[in-house]
């Protein structure tokens, strides 16, 4: 079984900067598609951006695009996000997601692991 704890949100005025951690285990990290994903109050979840196996493929959704860094360390078996010019439209709870695979592709759906999830404020 996989499992998965997010590190790193917090508090942050807008145009301010935060990292996301994402620390797995259970498993061979490097066989592990991961992404992350995020769900506002009041909003269905929605991808945010996606990693393949050794980190080579991303994928981003448009909203964070040119914002957004997500990356791997499958030394350390910790995946992150480097969030920058966050707006307060950003807010919301941030999941890490992994889907076991064999090849080097990224995913917007079809995880099987979520963590519990970490809290991200944008004020205005």
């Known amino acids: 079984q996989v499992q998965l704890v997010e590190s790193g949100g917090g508090l942050v005025q807008a145009g301010g900067s935060l990292r996301l951690s994402c620390a797995a285990s259970g498993r061979t990290f490097s066989t592990l598609a991961m992404g992350w994903f995020r769900q506002a109050p009041g909003k269905e979840r929605e991808f945010v951006a996606a990693i393949s196996l050794s980190g080579g493929r991303t994928l981003y959704a448009d909203s964070v695009k040119g914002r957004f860094t997500i990356s791997r360390d499958n030394a350390k078996n910790t995946m992150y996000l480097q969030m920058n010019s966050l707006k307060p439209e950003d807010t919301a709870v941030y999941y890490c997601?992994?889907?076991?695979?064999?090849?080097?592709?990224?995913?917007?759906?079809?995880?099987?692991?979520w963590g519990q999830g970490t809290q991200v404020t944008v004020s205005s």
């Open positions: 997601t992994a889907r076991i695979d064999w090849y080097e592709r990224v995913f917007e759906s079809g995880y099987d692991y």
